[in-house]
Every structure is written in C-alpha cells, then in structure tokens.
C-alpha cells in the first residue's frame, strides 16, 4: 500500500522514535509499505516519520545510481536494502558535499556536507544483526535517513544564511501549500487525522 508522505512541517517528521524490539507481522506490513511508498515516489530512502510512524526503521534502493556508486569503487549490495535500529558507529574524518532532496521536502535541494564514509550497524529485515562500512551514495542516503529517525532534516545542515533564503519555501510548505506527484500528508492533515 503507498503511504502518503507527511511533509515539511507536520510533527510527525520531529517525532521521538523508538526502538523496534519484535520481528512482527505489522513491522513486515509497514516495511512493504514503505518500500512501495518510496518507489512511488521515485525516492532512493524513506524512513519510518515519513510516514507518520515512530519505528527506528528506514528503506533504501540506490539502484538508479550504481553506475556512480561503482565508479566510486564500491560495490552495491542487493536491493533494497531495510535496516532496524540502526547505529553509525564509526564516521570517517573526510567530508564530502552533496546536494540532497528528500520526499518530505518537494523540489528542494540544497548542497549538504557530511562525512564520506560511515559504518552502520542495524538488524537487516529477517533481524540478522549486520554490520558494513559504506561510502559514495550509499554512505550520504544512510546519513540522511537515519537523521530523520532522530527528527532531523537536511536543511537544518543548512548555513543560516541558506536557511534565510529557504525560510519563506519552508513556510508555504508547512501551511499546506505544497505539490508532488505523489500523496503528501499536510500539517492540517494531520491535524485532523489526531
Ligand atoms: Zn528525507
């Protein structure tokens, strides 16, 4: 089933999540979900606040860039990709800058610096326990989505002085005035869904 896409400004994307601690049939149901809402979408990651939902849980497929990724001299593990409470235990002291989107956020992207490679340490969806050191595209999607667990979105990375220049975008987004080509869940959505 595709979730509708709760968008800049709603709570649900600042929302404390929790750690999911029982593989069940309704944790299953919500990663199917979730993978389908991002294909939707278009998107490479989703995570679990995107959909209004408080699992320590995010979905990745960066498909669409192994060609890159492999350029990079990485490989490309079988996708998509799920991961459960995952953990950066280890950052690398290089940066990189990236431009970053994200389905919460429509038509907005904005150049992001963030670590060039990290180790992520998670439950894949069985709950095996894995551990792996990514870099290139797949270390920047992990980066991103695994903010949105702890409620945190790209352009807070942003300057000040790019935040000021974003403020008035962000504001109609957060009054509901917003479009993509996907189903969105607004602030007043949500408002009246609690
Ligand atoms: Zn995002």
Redesign the pocket.
Known sequence: MVLPIYVYGTEALREETEPVDENTEALQTLIDNMIETMYAASGI?L?AP?VGRTERVFVVDVTSMADEIEEDGESVPPQPMVFINPEIVWESEADCDFEEG????PDVREMVTRPERVSVRYLDRDFNEQEMEVGSMLARVIQ??YD?LDGV??TDHLSAFRQRLLRRTLKRMARGDVEADYPLATREAEAHAS
């Open positions: 990651g995570a995107q994200c389905l919460s956020i991103h989505e949105h979105l790209f």
